[in-house]
């Protein structure tokens, strides 16, 4: 019997769904394969249970892997800087991944598996926790992983373009949260005031986030000017789960500010840590996205909307394929600029449909097969457990 694990070992659980529909299906369409659900905290092990339901929760075996005790004691200084309490709960269950086909991860820190174990690592399987543009998605490190199931053909043509993906590595597979999160979920009522609502989501990235300069004075904008709608703050779930936020990729540190006293206003929401900030709640109600360089756009366009974006580093001038995004919407440079715009968010809407379902037909394969049962179908092929029971 064929032994696959789906590894839930991160700090929140936002990448939770985008392979725990994956796991579910697996256990249910597969008996002839184990599937583990290898969880380092319980915040994570209650997400992927609620995705998976109880029949399937019942067919998966539940592992919990965490760092030594000695680890621990010193974890919640470190985990502040460094990603400390996901390496050291990997590292401390080497043998038990040697036991296993195949384990499928939505980041590249489990890559240390490879390195560690060597000829006795199961094969790491890639599920990308989100379908931006930037080249984070397309880090070189990606290249070890040794199978990629992608939401649709521009990952495909990006990663082979930069390297990562060879001639049969890959699957298009479509996109997994949706068949997890959106399934018979209508859009929620965010206000019951009649006027629209502004979802505003920015990133954590201290260089690329709109936030340090200014999201503050957006909050202070609506708060202003409540004719205008309503505004949802629903930033990265990362965003302010630290004061310090250190940019590996642009390598710069800065500290994050806080929670204008206006945010108090009653046409003002802001969710800083709840598991809205994940599972569409806010994507699915608001009628206009306010962002930077945060993916979860692709999520909002899953139905066509207005949205519009705040550049404050430059990005227009950097342009290129990791500003892809940009071209759903009006970008504005400051907040005065973007408050000019705002209120013409319908005729945007209707300006931008056009690109913005082109574009996420190219990033999101759709089927009539959920990617789901696409990516349970994949794994199951390469770890060569044959037509099933």
């Known amino acids: 019997m064929k032994r696959v694990g789906f590894l839930f070992n991160h700090d929140a659980a936002h990448q939770a769904a985008h392979i725990a529909g994956i796991a579910r299906e697996l256990a249910l369409s597969r008996p002839d394969i184990e599937v583990f659900a290898l969880w380092s905290r319980k915040a994570l092990c209650t997400v992927v249970e609620e995705i998976c339901g109880p029949e399937a929760t019942r067919a998966i075996k539940w592992v ?37 086909d195949a384990i499928v991860s939505t980041e590249r ?8 174990l060597g000829a006795r690592s199961p094969k790491i399987v890639y599920v990308p926790h989100g379908a931006g543009d930037r080249n984070v998605s397309y880090h070189p490190e990606k290249a070890g992983f040794d199978l990629f199931l992608i939401s649709g053909r ?12 060879g001639p049969d590595n890959w699957r298009i597979i479509g996109y997994p949260k949706f ?11 965010l206000f019951d005031n009649g006027r629209p609502t502004f979802l505003y989501n920015p990133h954590f990235d201290p260089v690329l986030s709109s936030w340090y300069d200014m ?72 009628d206009v996205y306010i962002g930077d360089v945060s993916s979860q756009v692709y999520e909002f366009l ?38 000019q715009m705002l209120p013409d968010w319908q005729a945007v809407a209707a300006r931008y449909e056009q690109v913005q379902r082109e574009q996420f037909a190219y990033t999101m394969d759709e089927s009539d097969v959920p990617a789901s049962k696409r990516g349970a179908a994949a794994i199951a092929e390469y770890v060569g457990a044959g037509a099933g029971a």
């Open 64 to 100: 919990k892997i965490e760092p030594s005790p000695g680890a621990r004691l010193i974890a919640p200084a470190v985990d502040r800087v460094l990603p400390f309490t996901r390496v050291m709960a990997l590292r401390r269950n080497l043998d038990l991944f040697a036991t296993l």
């Open 109 to 116: 820190t489990c890559l240390m598996i490879k390195r560690e």
């Open 154 to 165: 521009k990952y495909a043509e990006a990663g082979q373009a930069m390297g990562l993906l």
């Open 179 to 189: 068949d997890a999160v959106l399934e018979g979920k209508p859009r929620p009522v």
């Open 215 to 286: 999201g503050p004075d957006l909050i202070r904008h609506f708060a202003a000017h409540p004719e205008l709608g309503n505004l949802v703050v629903a930033p990265h779930v990362m965003l302010f789960r630290k004061r310090f936020h250190y940019s590996l990729e642009l390598k710069k540190l800065r500290r994050r500010p806080g929670i204008p006293k206006e945010a108090a206003a009653p046409n003002i929401l802001v969710d800083t840590s709840s598991p809205r900030l994940f599972d569409m709640h806010y994507t699915l109600g608001a």
């Open 302 to 339: 899953a139905i066509p909307r207005a949205c519009f974006f705040l550049d404050s580093h430059g990005g227009q001038e950097i342009g290129g394929e990791n500003y892809r995004f940009w071209q759903f919407g009006p970008v504005a440079r400051s907040v005065p600029e973007l408050g």
